[in-house]
């Protein structure tokens, strides 16, 4: 009886293409500290882009309009933290110091049922704060490393920067001139991917910015006519934690419900409750019009690109996951329809 034989032929530059694209990502990889800055260049040169094209239409010079958005963006960052950070300083001084208190009430109200438990609670939690005090001695003892962590810090930010001129500065696009090392019949196809990603990466930075701003807008509202104290760094928390995507807004919701207990249960009830509003109108509401329109990314897929990203990279991969999958949703698509079209 004859059996149907089914051959494989693998051509010798197949296993070439196969190993030189493991190795890129492995270098990728080893390098990940330089693709992230590189990445987030990337972002923002996407959103400013569609700036300048229109300082041209105005006939405005490019490098002109290029430097004064960055210079725009530079002044509302020290803007914000000459009007923010001060206040915030003090907010978060008093949240340190009284946070044993905070803790030590809370657990009163708990667990005034089981005294016993509600003390070696409030025992272990001040004991956590009174370690975690410590911490900026340590810190402050080690200068040297606290300054090379702040220099490191500035000249990341000023590569961002100068890498986000040089990309905007391109003809015909962000990233175009890196295509003219590939060969020529695949520019065109990946000149189309270049601009998709682009595209997507300047939707989904401001579309995040507008859900930061609003979350935290509403949040600082809320708890200021709750009575609730540190609301304005409760309210910057939040915003912050809107840039990690599904489990931020519930992350930010926990130092602001402790800090409802200690003035009563009802009060924190109070805060969960507008939390949880605030979450429901963004989830139903916002993200749906602003998010999925833009990105159609499904939450199970982002919370298995989380994990994996965090994993690899660290915090940074919480924040540049859902731009990773977006791009790599542009290109899996672009290229599927590609060999769709072929057939």
Known sequence: ????????????????????????LGLVFYLREIAIQIFMALILASAIQPIIDKAKKRNIPKVLAILGVIVAILGLIVLMFELIVPPL???????????????????????????????????????????FRSIPTGFVSN????????????????????MTFYMLMEKGGVGKSMLKYMPFKRQELA??????????????????LVLSLFVGFITF?????????????????????ELVPVIGPLISAVPAVLIAL???????????VAYLTIQQV??????????????????????????????????????????????????????????????
């Open 1 to 24: 009886m004859n059996k149907d034989r089914i051959t494989v032929d693998i051509s010798f530059w197949s296993v070439i293409r196969v190993l030189l694209a493991i190795g890129f």
């Open 89 to 131: 300083s003090q907010q978060l001084g008093d949240f340190i110091a009284f946070l044993p208190s905070y803790l030590d009430e809370a657990a009163k109200k708990i667990f005034v049922s089981n005294p016993d438990f509600a003390q070696e609670l409030s025992n272990q939690a001040i004991n956590y704060i009174k370690n």
């Open 143 to 162: 200068i040297f490393s606290t300054a090379m962590n702040i220099f490191s810090f500035f000249v990341s930010t000023v590569l961002v920067l100068v």
């Open 191 to 208: 000149s189309e991917i270049l601009d998709k990603i682009t595209s997507k990466l300047a939707i989904w930075l401001k579309s995040q």
């Open 221 to 241: 509202v809320v708890l200021t006519f709750l009575g609730i104290d540190l609301a304005l760094a409760l309210a910057l928390f939040a915003a912050i934690m």
């Open 262 to 272: 200690t003035i009563s249960p009802n009060k924190a009830l109070w805060v969960i």
């Open 282 to 343: 963004e989830n139903h509401i916002l993200v749906p019009q602003i998010m999925k329109k833009a990105l159609g990314l499904s939450p199970l897929v982002i919370i298995i690109g989380i994990l994996i990203a965090t994993k690899l990279i660290g915090f940074a991969g919480i924040l540049l996951a859902v731009p990773v999958i977006s791009a790599l949703a542009v290109i899996t698509e672009e290229l599927y329809s590609k060999k769709t079209r072929k057939t």
